[in-house]
C-alpha cells in the first residue's frame, strides 16, 4: 500500500493524530464504528454532514506504520472535511461525479506524500437521507457489505486502489438502502487476522463477517460493529494484531 515519505524528527505531522470523527446526527439512520487497541497503521475512517440530507463516509487504508504515514492521513482528513463537503453541497450537485473528483483529489494527495507508487484501498459514500440511496466507490477495497431483506449482497470493487495513477478513475454507482438495511465495512487487518495457534491455519475471511452480520440482533450501528470485532477476537484467541481491524456501520432505521 501507500509507500511514505518518513516524516522528519522536527516534523510537528510526527506526532499529530487525525482529529477524532465524530459521527453527525442522521435523520433516519444511525452510523458508528469501532477498532481494536492502539493504531498501528493506516486504517483512517472520516464521516461529515454536508448538506441538510447528504452525509458522505468513508474507510481508508494508507500503508504503513503509523509514524510514517500521519502526513497522509492528516492530508486525507483535511481533504474529505473540506474538498468534499464543498462538492457534495453544491446546488447542481451531481453525486457520481462529484465521488469521481474526491477520489482524484485523494489519489493525487497520496501520490504527492509518496516516494513510489503503490495502492491504497478506499471505500467512500455519500447518504443521502430524504432518498434512502447511497453513491459510493469502492477504490479496489475490501468489499462492502449490505444486508436487508434479501440477504447479504457484496458492493465490490469498482476501480483501483487510489496511490496508483495520477488520473485513474473509479465508478460510483448508486443503491438503495431500505428502512433497516445495514451497510457495514471493514478493513483488510480485520478480515485477514489468523485463527489463534492451536486452530487450522486461516483467515477470519470475508464469509465469518458475513455470517456475524447476518445473525447479529444488534439494533445499533456502533454494536454491530463491537460484534464484528469481537467475533474476530474470539477467532484469534485475543491474541495481539499484527495490523489494525476496524469496522465502520451505517444503519437506516427509517
Known amino acids: 500500500m501507500c509507500s511514505l515519505l518518513k516524516p ?3 516534523d510537528p505531522a510526527v506526532n499529530v493524530e487525525p482529529a477524532p470523527t465524530v459521527f453527525p446526527k442522521m435523520i433516519g439512520a444511525d452510523m458508528g464504528a469501532a477498532f481494536i487497541g492502539t493504531r498501528m497503521t493506516g486504517d483512517f475512517y472520516e464521516a461529515v454532514r454536508v448538506s441538510s440530507e447528504r452525509v458522505l ?10 509514524d510514517d504515514n500521519r502526513k497522509v492521513l492528516l ?22 461525479t462529484a465521488m469521481t473528483e474526491l477520489c482524484l483529489r485523494l489519489n ?26 447511497l453513491c459510493y466507490t469502492n ?9 436487508d431483506a434479501t440477504g447479504v449482497t457484496e458492493l ?38 489468523m ?5 487450522p491455519a486461516e483467515n477470519f475471511s ?12 444488534s439494533t445499533g450501528a456502533q454494536a454491530l460493529c463491537v460484534a464484528v470485532l469481537d467475533a474476530a477476537g474470539k477467532f484469534t484467541a485475543d491474541a495481539p494484531p499484527c495490523d489494525d481491524r476496524t469496522a465502520l456501520a451505517m444503519l437506516r432505521t427509517a
Not at 492530508?75 to 457520481?96: H, K, M, P, V, Y
Not at 501520490?111 to 437521507?129: G, K, M, N, R, W
Not at 477504490?139 to 444486508?147: C, F, K, Q
Open 8 to 10: 522528519s524528527a522536527d
Open 57 to 66: 463516509f468513508g474507510l481508508l487504508d494508507v500503508s504503513g506504520r503509523r
Open 75 to 96: 492530508a486525507a482528513q483535511e481533504t474529505f472535511r473540506n474538498f468534499g463537503a464543498e462538492l457534495f453541497s453544491r446546488a447542481d450537485l451531481n453525486e457520481s
Open 108 to 133: 493525487q494527495g497520496m501520490l504527492d506524500l509518496s516516494t513510489e507508487v503503490q495502492p491504497c484501498p478506499a471505500f467512500i459514500a455519500c447518504y443521502h437521507e430524504g432518498f434512502g440511496t
Open 139 to 147: 477504490a479496489g477495497h475490501t468489499p462492502g457489505l449490505l444486508r
Open 156 to 193: 465490490p470493487s469498482t476501480g483501483l486502489p487510489l496511490g496508483l495513477f495520477s488520473h485513474a478513475t473509479s465508478d460510483a454507482p448508486t443503491v438503495a438502502i431500505e428502512k433497516n438495511a445495514v451497510l457495514l465495512l471493514v478493513s483488510r487487518g480485520l478480515v485477514d487476522c
Open 195 to 199: 485463527a489463534h495457534k492451536d486452530a
Open 206 to 217: 470475508l464469509d465469518r463477517v458475513k455470517q456475524v452480520l447476518q445473525s447479529d440482533p
